[in-house]
């Protein structure tokens, strides 16, 4: 069994690892890998769509390797590709849908099928349908296949006559609703059309399950715990065993799920973990609990509007501020994305997340056909800004800095803003931080969470927000339960906690670089 890792091995994000046996291989992950696209990209500036992946290629941002969407392959890089090993890809197993870990995965021959929790999916489906195409990593799970444009033959477009988008085939960890594999091939565009075939529909792809297929290796998952729903870990089985973990944690509702999975691991002889908060030396460990008991003091004494800033896709934080809305008789305001991606979880898990919400009705001159269809689907949910003026104490607002512009319809009076998501790691951030502060003040809001004294850095406070990931004395102990022959870390600015922690057993790959590894070790 040979290992390679791609991408991830000195950064936190854009995982990309290769497992194969002969002619059989398997990829885990296969994510942007955002602090490298940060050298090149920022906000208004990124890779060229019409050119495929010639940019991302010729940055080094993705693998020299010749595993592409042949559609996304311009004519004057074809046979450069071509000279690049074709590694086998039984399929692509996806942790979850963070775009560090899958955000790269659109760009992979459409052959090779996704394997993942069918929460997953329809988090991917829902945030390829409520997303303007900035990127291509956004083609997830259905794409738009590209031809070569009439006028230039290194151009590469949307083919204007093909009426309809094409779905990858999936594979999936856990039982598929009738609901869901509908919603997997249905489109807002299509059911709000007046006239049959004047819009794009999706080609259903094939839907399987982890024991049907031949993967070329005996695959496992293992729901565990993480700040998005539907997150994988899974052991691969061939001539070695391998477990993998993706992103997980211990201190949120699903603890009990990792818990499992770690007890399963202990089988591995390769463990490849993450290791994203083992640089951190002065880390607290709050709970999901610590944040929903923090917040729920702070929104009690508040007396006028208050505004929930989480990070986007965190239902998790989401339904403890809905219940804290619930506890203290006001009603909660999500955007009409996160009402969107709500209904699609509905459709995956059974559960009705809509109710006793409310869907923020922003200014648009022309709103977007899933935003028509949303509150159409779901009568009174629709709430205008003049509402929220008008009874501002009434309601929590779930708004983040980039939602600030639209705060200018309601106005807030002396409202509190809380702060619930992670503190700023990079210089852009910080400045982001800067900005969102400019505008707290401008609207006069009790800020909690976070501070700034004139233009220095923020500080954060503690206890209102809980980490994605594992905390680093969490993971030790961890690692001495699973007691693998072998630790490959990943998702980490320091690989070398692992080394000093665990010498002997620790392999110390970079990107790009290969390990063999048999029963033997």
Request: with cysteine; net charge negative.
């Amino acid at each position: 069994m040979r290992i390679t890792i791609y991408d991830g091995t000195h950064t936190i994000g854009g995982s990309k690892i290769h497992v194969q046996e002969g002619e059989n291989g398997l990829f885990l992950d296969f994510g942007m890998n955002f602090a490298r696209y940060a050298r090149y990209y920022e906000e208004f500036i990124s890779e060229r769509p019409s050119r495929g992946i010639y940019d991302l290629w010729r940055l080094r941002l993705i693998p020299w390797l010749n595993v592409y969407r042949k559609d996304l392959i311009p004519g004057d890089l074809a046979r450069e590709v071509g000279r690049y090993p074709k590694i086998p890809a039984n399929a692509v197993l996806i942790s979850h849908a963070h775009l560090d870990h899958v955000g790269n995965i659109a760009l992979l021959d459409e052959s090779i099928p996704l394997v993942g929790s069918q929460t997953t999916m329809v988090i991917l489906k829902s945030l390829r349908d409520t997303s303007r195409q900035s990127h291509m990593g956004m083609e997830l799970p259905y794409y738009t296949p590209r031809t070569v444009s009439n006028t230039n033959p290194f151009i590469l477009e949307a083919d204007k006559k093909t009426k309809y988008y094409l779905n990858r085939d999936i594979i999936l960890t856990n039982e598929l609703s009738d609901e869901t594999e509908s919603f997997l091939s249905w489109r807002a565009n299509v059911e709000l059309a007046r006239k049959k075939g004047s819009t794009k529909r999706i080609i259903p792809g094939e839907i399987k399950y982890i024991n049907e297929p031949e993967l070329g290796f005996e695959v496992h998952a293992f729901p565990v715990d993480h700040s998005i729903y539907g997150a994988t870990a899974y052991i691969v089985d061939g001539d070695a065993s391998i477990a993998y973990t993706g992103d997980f944690r211990l201190h949120g509702k699903k603890g009990h799920e990792s818990r499992k999975f770690i007890k399963a691991a202990r089988s591995a002889s390769v463990l490849i973990t993450e290791g994203t908060r083992v640089s951190r030396e002065d880390d607290v460990n709050v709970s999901e609990e610590e944040v929903y008991r923090n917040a729920k003091a702070l929104i009690e004494e508040a007396k006028t509007l208050v505004v929930a800033d989480f990070s986007a896709r965190n239902f998790e934080r989401l339904e403890s501020f809905k219940k804290i809305a619930e506890e203290t008789g006001r009603e909660l305001v999500v955007t009409a994305k996160d009402a969107y991606f709500l209904h699609a979880l509905k459709l995956s898990e059974g559960r009705d997340y809509l109710t006793g919400l409310r869907g923020y009705l922003n200014s648009k001159t022309k709103p977007e056909k899933w935003e028509e269809w949303i509150f159409q689907a779901y009568p009174g949910l629709e709430i205008t800004p003049e509402e929220l003026r008008k009874d501002q104490e009434n309601y929590i607002l779930c708004f983040s800095f980039y939602d600030m512009p639209h705060m200018l319809d309601i106005m807030p009076e002396n409202g509190v803003y809380i702060y619930s998501s992670s503190e700023a790691f990079t210089e852009e951030q910080t400045f982001s931080f800067l900005r969102l502060w400019n505008w707290l003040q401008y609207f006069g809001f009790e800020v909690k969470g976070f501070r700034v004294k004139k233009d220095e850095e923020p500080v954060f406070e503690k206890g209102l927000h809980a980490s994605g990931h594992i905390s680093r004395e969490e993971l030790r102990e961890v690692i001495e339960k699973i007691d693998p022959d072998h630790i490959i870390p990943v998702h980490t600015e320091n690989p070398e906690w692992f080394r000093r922690n665990w010498r002997e057993k620790v392999v110390p790959l970079r990107d790009g670089e290969s390990w063999e590894v048999s029963e033997r070790g």
